[in-house]
């Protein structure tokens, strides 16, 4: 069964004080590994798409990496305006997704 | 930039009742999809549409799910009897297929069933 596991649940940061995300997948047939951004009472807001360890995709304060294992997205001097649940899901060849439950970041100025 | 549209935002039904969600993906997309979030938990996949029938579909999704694309520009998910585990904020995404992963998301249909 396919398993999508993020840490930690949930993160405070002040404002510029960087961190990582991280998202741990178990799957048979890895197509993508996708991160999201979710705000409350919103629909989630396509970030990144990794396909193959070792690549790594940047926006803004944004970084994503992505291992065989593990991709996590790492945030730069984050700004209030960051504030929100981070989704990661996984996409496989057999055409199905799985999300992990999200870190709720919060970025206090 | 285009968007998926999804109405109504919020539905309220009895328990045993029929809804109808609707969904306007956006208009050059091929694959469509359909999630849920039940209120704090995870996003959950329930089915993807493409070229008129289903592609895949999850455990959730059973008999008492339907979807559908009556047109070329609306696609529907349909409870038959709606259950009170049915409350969840529904969620409709497309995207364009290939090698074009990126999901569209709608701002989603919360169903209350009580």
């Known amino acids: 069964e396919d398993q999508v596991t993020q840490s930690p649940e949930a993160l405070r940061l002040q404002e510029g004080e960087s961190s990582s995300l991280n998202c741990s997948y178990t799957v048979s047939g890895l197509r993508g590994l996708f991160w999201y951004r979710q705000d409350p009472g919103k629909g989630p807001e396509f970030l990144f798409t990794l396909y193959s360890a070792g690549e790594e995709k940047e926006k803004e304060r944004l970084k994503a990496t992505l291992t065989k294992k593990e991709s996590f997205l790492h945030i730069t001097a984050p700004k209030p305006e960051d504030s929100a649940t981070y989704l990661c899901a996984v996409y496989t060849n057999a055409g199905k997704s799985t999300f992990g439950d999200g870190t709720t970041l919060t970025v206090k100025p | 930039e285009p968007e998926v549209t999804q109405t109504p935002s919020h539905q309220v039904t009895q328990m045993g009742q029929e809804v109808i969600l609707r969904c306007v993906p956006i208009s050059n997309h091929l694959y469509f999809y359909w999630y849920r979030q039940i209120l704090g938990q995870k996003v959950e996949f329930l089915v993807s549409f493409y070229n008129n029938e289903i592609s895949e579909k999850s455990e959730i999704f059973d008999d008492q799910f339907s979807v559908e694309r009556p047109d070329g520009s609306n696609f529907t998910l349909k409870i038959r009897s709606t259950k009170l585990e049915d409350s969840a904020m529904y969620f409709c995404?497309?995207?364009?297929?290939?090698?074009?992963?990126?999901?569209?998301f709608g701002s989603g249909t919360q169903l209350s069933v009580l």
């Open positions: 995404a497309s995207k364009t297929g290939g090698q074009n992963e990126k999901l569209f």
